[in-house]
């Protein structure tokens, strides 16, 4: 699996979580919206120079270590979310 970095950037309600791999000036992003501890995901998206590395993969657990540890709640919008919850149910308690 590549060195990907998870950084995360917020701007009030919103943010984004974003994944670089090294050697690489991709970004990927998983971006949402947050109302009330509830953090719903809009998109994740991986370039296609960094995809099959999993970068996404690894953004979701960004999001679901920070869900744990700040106290928020997910509505997984964005398909890709809404996929890794039906594949992790130990993560149900973290759905809105």
Request: net charge negative; proline share 4%; with cysteine.
């Amino acid at each position: 699996m590549a060195d990907v970095t998870i950084t995360r950037h917020a701007n009030g309600s919103s943010g984004e979580y974003r994944a670089e791999v090294a050697g690489s000036s991709a970004i990927g992003r998983l971006t949402w919206t947050e109302h009330d501890k509830v953090r719903a995901t809009e998109h994740t998206l991986v370039p296609p120079e960094i995809g099959g590395r999993g970068v996404a993969g690894k953004l979701v657990e960004a999001l679901i270590d920070d869900a744990r540890e700040q106290g928020f709640k997910i509505d997984p919008q964005c398909s890709y979310v809404a996929a890794a919850f039906k594949r992790h149910p130990d993560w149900a308690d973290l759905r809105a």
